[in-house]
């Protein structure tokens, strides 16, 4: 079992310089390693994301939401000197669909911390972008041009995010994400702050 310690964005070839890490974040390394280990063991690459998302420092944050940050705080998170301010916002699907793409191989989802959203008086997805009335989509650009990423980075901080409401019941969250995204639904988790998790799959 192979786990991603840095998130697919922090990559430093796809992700949005200069808020990256100095490494490959997608599955690429573990796959080749099955791959020179000659085995022959099926593998499947899951996709994990939260039922919505987090940062820390100032990296582009579409649909960052003060309200989101405020409802559901972290205490093991907090905002600190070398990490910079955590921040919470909607679920964006649209740099999810970036996310897969990059990562060349997504057998299927997983949603965690769906318990979360009952803290929220409303729950919204984001589901595209629009740079000046216009539709805009994250493009990968030039592999390995950090200036291509970079780009990509500032127009992340001027699109207008298209919002569509969740379900409220948790599964059909769950399941509307993965449709959206295209990808089988291969499990969900609840629990969060010490709580007993409940995964099913």
């Known amino acids: ?25 997608t599955p690429a390394n573990a ?20 039922a919505y998302q987090t940062r820390h420092g100032t990296d582009p944050f579409p649909t960052e939401a003060k309200s989101v940050t405020l409802a559901l705080p972290e205490p093991h998170n907090p905002t600190n000197e070398w990490q910079g ?16 793409q990059v990562s060349g191989r997504i057998d299927g ?16 997805l984001g589901v595209g972008y629009r ?6 989509h994250l493009d990968i650009g030039v592999f390995g041009r950090m200036l291509a990423q970079e780009e990509n980075g500032k127009m992340l901080r001027a699109v207008d995010v298209t ?3 969740g379900p409220s019941d948790t599964s059909a969250y ?13 499990g969900i988790s609840y629990g969060h702050l010490g709580q ?6």
């Open 131 to 136: 740079y000046r009335g216009a539709s805009w």
């Open 109 to 124: 989802l997983i949603v965690t911390c769906l318990d979360r959203l009952q803290e929220l008086p409303e729950v919204k």
């Open 163 to 165: 919002y569509t409401s």
């Open 196 to 201: 007993n998790k409940r995964f099913a799959f």
């Open 31 to 50: 796959l080749q390693l099955i791959k020179e280990a000659q085995s022959s063991a099926q593998t499947t690459v899951l996709g994990l994301t939260r």
């Open 1 to 25: 079992m192979f786990e991603g310690a840095q998130g697919v964005l922090l990559d430093e070839n796809f992700g949005f310089h200069p808020h990256t890490t100095w490494s490959n974040t």
């Open 85 to 100: 301010p955590f921040r919470a916002g909607w679920l964006d699907l649209s740099l999810l669909r970036y996310a897969i």
């Open 174 to 186: 769950a399941q509307a994400v993965s449709n959206y995204l295209g990808l089988p639904l291969l």
